[in-house]
């Protein structure tokens, strides 16, 4: 089964720091990536997606992400983060040949915790 | 624009007792529908999704059960509730059209089962 990997489930760092939340997934055939955030007990917001063409995403409140086929991964970063990014960020992917089941895969989570 | 409704948005239920949860998009035809639990500090699970009237499949086997009576409105019930069941419920819907799956989701309900 495909699957997606957010090794860090939690991740502090101090206001104004990067940052670069790490998502991996199973195959690279024909795949779409999203990431998505959760503010506390809202739903969730999509940030950014890679569809096609350029490997540099770029979404809302600064954040960008890179798709790297060889290394099936789709890592999120922010160069400067502020209080109000802490939140759970969600990596997701569907598969173009998925056709049948029509859901997206999520990870875990990543809780960003945006410190003073 | 599309938008997306849940309701309610809190909801405390003893042991035992029936659910029902209710989501309604507005603004698109025929959308796919899903629903999704996060139990406490823990990711998303896909329950249940839907890709038309009277449509449903089953990701997860519980005691919960999904409806779609309607084009855009999809129900979440169970008969019995479990203290397991405690959570934060989500529904989204995406384009039957789009093979890339992007969902939106609603604000979500938060259920507490004591």
């Known amino acids: 089964a495909q699957s997606v990997t957010q090794l860090d489930s939690q991740v502090p760092v101090f206001e104004e720091a990067p940052v670069e939340l790490r998502c991996n997934y199973s195959?690279?055939?024909?795949?779409?990536l999203f990431w998505y955030v959760q503010y506390p007990n809202q739903g969730l917001q999509l940030l950014l997606k890679?569809?096609?063409?350029?490997?540099l995403v770029k979404g809302i409140n600064g954040f960008e992400a890179e798709f790297n086929k060889s290394q099936t991964s789709f890592h999120l970063r922010k160069p400067s983060v502020h209080i109000s990014d802490t939140a759970e960020y969600f990596c997701a992917v569907t598969w173009g040949m998925d056709t049948g089941r029509r859901a997206l895969t999520f990870g875990s989570g990543t809780r960003l915790q945006v410190q003073p | 624009s599309q938008t997306i409704h849940q309701w309610p948005a809190t909801l405390v239920q003893p042991v035992g007792s029936p659910l029902s949860l209710e989501c309604t998009v507005e603004?698109?035809?025929?959308?796919?529908l899903y629903w999704y639990r996060q139990a406490a500090g823990r990711g998303l699970q896909l329950l249940f999704y839907s890709v038309g009237i009277g449509q449903i499949s089953s990701e997860v086997p519980q005691n919960l059960s999904a409806s779609r009576p309607q084009d855009r409105q999809f129900i979440l019930s169970s008969k019995k509730l479990l203290l397991s069941d405690s959570g934060f419920y989500l529904c989204a819907w995406s384009l039957l059209a789009l093979s890339y799956n992007e969902q939106f989701f609603g604000p979500g309900t938060r259920l507490t089962v004591l």
């Open positions: 603004g698109t035809s025929n959308p796919n």
């Open positions: 195959s690279s055939v024909s795949v779409y």
């Open positions: 890679y569809l096609s063409g350029s490997t």
